[in-house]
T-cell receptor, first 114, second 114 residues
Framework: SQQGEEDPQALSIQEGENATMNCSYK?????LQWYRQNSGRGLVHLILIRSNEREKHSGRLRVTLDTSKKSSSLLITASRAADTASYFCATDSAGGTSYGKLTFGQGTILTVHP | DADVTQTPRNRITKTGKRIMLECSQT?????MYWYRQDPGLGLRLIYY???????NKGEISDGYSVSRQAQAKFSLSLESAIPNQTALYFCATSGQGRRTDTQYFGPGTRLTVL
């Protein structure tokens, strides 16, 4: 079963606009990560936010985490055509034998038009 | 040179054939993972290994087996391939410790079973 569910499934914007993607999950987590995938290629790690953190920044990326709502958002500011890709959230569930296992959402396909 | 490599990159085979996908890493990581990705879906975990002597089933292990030949090598086998195993397969690695680390992905193997 998918732990993370992402919204929207697809997002189309113009260069320079901001893009926001959301991720919801079901169980308590140790951390939540965002990955990017260019068409048919391997995933690349973007950012990790731990369960005791609320916000994190990396360049044009801003990630928020609300553990009470079991949700996270990824904001890409001033988007570029090169940001066109699929974006996945992945959760590391807390407790038990789950350490070291990530559960991925279905992803958001972002298209940035020049 | 890439840190995580997968061979072959593309493979077309017939139903009933045995197939092995190989993964090698130079990152010195203990943990290795095999995922499959189907169109429009996120990644689903097939098997994972936290060290050479520790191998665990993931979400969708039926029809697959693995071998951890060394710290740096983790192979995935399809004993008798079937068409619904047509997918994109990714190997990933991560570091040590109790908390999940960032996962580093290989470029993927596109497998088609006719």
């Amino acid at each position: 079963s998918q732990q993370g569910e992402e919204d929207p499934q697809a997002l189309s914007i113009q260069e320079g606009e901001n893009a926001t993607m959301n991720c919801s999950y079901k169980t308590s987590i140790n951390n939540l990560q965002w990955y990017r995938q260019n068409s048919g290629r391997g995933l690349v790690h973007l950012i990790l936010i731990r369960s005791n953190e609320r916000e994190k920044h990396s360049g044009r990326l801003r990630v928020t985490l609300d553990t009470s709502k079991k949700s996270s958002s990824l904001l890409i500011t001033a988007s570029r055509a090169a940001d066109t890709a699929s974006y996945f959230c992945a959760t590391d569930s807390a407790g038990g034998t789950s350490y070291g296992k990530l559960t991925f959402g279905q992803g958001t396909i972002l298209t940035v038009h020049p | 040179d890439a840190d995580v490599t997968q061979t072959p990159r593309n493979r077309i085979t017939k139903t009933g054939k045995r197939i092995m996908l190989e993964c090698s890493q130079t990152k010195g990581h203990d943990r290795m993972y095999w995922y499959r990705q189907d169109p429009g879906l996120g990644l689903r975990l097939i098997y994972y290994s936290f060290d050479v002597k520790d191998i665990n089933k993931g979400e969708i292990s039926d029809g697959y087996s693995v071998s951890r030949q060394a710290q740096a090598k983790f192979s995935l086998s399809l004993e008798s391939a079937i068409p619904n195993q047509t997918a994109l397969y990714f190997c990933a690695t991560s570091g040590q410790g109790r908390r999940t680390d960032t996962q580093y992905f290989g470029p993927g193997t596109r497998l088609t079973v006719l």
